[in-house]
């Protein structure tokens, strides 16, 4: 039952990482340009609409991910590519948050203290 829980969450932190590779990684970008240049067909416009959004690419990459589970699930390999899949998106979380800049520092004042402040500079 551990196992299969395990697994669960490696395949939810792989169908992450694809989507976020599909949709805001630089190494994809080329077919998200090509995509977009051959906007003429239906089909090119709905893939490039796709690839612009998270939430209906994540719809695609989950269902190929259901299908990828039941056919391997209880493969070595199946394992494998969803750990590396889900530490990569593990570290690309942490190198974001890491690099981000620190959040603004809130000065809390106290009401009395500043009145105070104001009474003695008038004397």
Not at 56 to 71: E, F, G, N, R
Request: hydrophobic share 55%; charged share 15%.
């Amino acid at each position: 039952m551990a196992i299969q829980i395990i697994l669960a969450l490696l395949t939810l932190g792989a169908i992450a990482r694809v989507t976020r590779f599909v949709v805001d990684d630089t190494l994809f970008q080329p077919v998200r340009t090509a995509v977009g240049k051959r906007g003429g067909r239906r089909v090119f416009v709905w893939l490039a609409d796709l690839m612009a959004c998270s939430w209906c690419t994540s719809i695609w990459v989950s269902a190929a991910a259901a299908i990828a589970h039941w056919l391997w699930h209880d493969t070595t390999a199946y394992l494998y590519v969803v750990a590396a899949l889900t530490a990569s998106h593990v570290v690309s979380l942490a190198a974001s948050w890491l690099d981000s800049p620190p959040p603004p520092r809130h000065i809390v004042l106290d009401p009395l203290a500043v009145d105070m402040a104001v009474r003695d500079q008038r004397r």
